[in-house]
């Protein structure tokens, strides 16, 4: 049995809106998870200027977080970050997948197809060492920052 309403639904005052709109995207938020995910704009530069990790391509990196259980859709921390390259011309055979006009698909997209455990078997490699490995140098070129440096990352005690 299907019920029909024969009048329409009325209020008897308006619904009050704001003047201004509604922000999208809370700002504190966005800032916080900026440096919690990646530290500050100038590692994201540093991630970026590095080589490849796996296959050594220095036409530019992406800030690629190694995969972890910390929870479903969340980036890892800034600690957890690799330099790993997008998509390049390759030399034939060079990478595990390929787009099929001359390009690699790239490490950092091979990451995300394969996923953590088949990346790390088909590379021969320890991500999480890796990460440990990247932070280390990041620690380092940033001790050579002045104290001062607004972009020298979350670890600015020394």
């Not at 024969?6 to 900026?34: G, M």
């Not at 530069?45 to 479903?72: F, T």
């Not at 996923?115 to 990041?138: C, D, H, M, P, S």
Request: proline share 7%.
């Amino acid at each position: 049995m299907t019920l029909i309403r024969k009048s329409r639904l009325t209020r008897s005052r308006p619904i009050p809106r704001s003047e201004t709109p509604i922000k999208k995207v809370n700002r504190k938020r966005r800032v916080s998870e900026f440096a919690r995910a990646y530290g500050s704009k100038e590692r994201v530069a540093w991630i970026q200027a590095q080589s490849c990790v796996i296959c050594g391509w220095d036409g530019g990196c992406e800030n690629a977080h190694v995969p972890s259980r910390s929870g479903a859709g969340r980036k890892g921390d800034c600690a957890k970050i690799i330099p790993l390259c997008g998509a390049h011309p390759g030399k034939p055979g060079q990478a595990i997948i390929t787009r099929g006009d001359g390009y690699d698909i790239g490490c950092h997209a091979s990451l995300h197809k394969l996923g953590k455990r088949l990346f790390e078997k088909a590379y021969y490699v320890n991500l999480g060492a890796l990460a440990a490995a990247t932070e280390e140098r990041w620690q380092d070129y940033a001790a050579t920052l002045p104290p001062s440096h607004p972009r020298r990352g979350p670890q600015q005690d020394t």
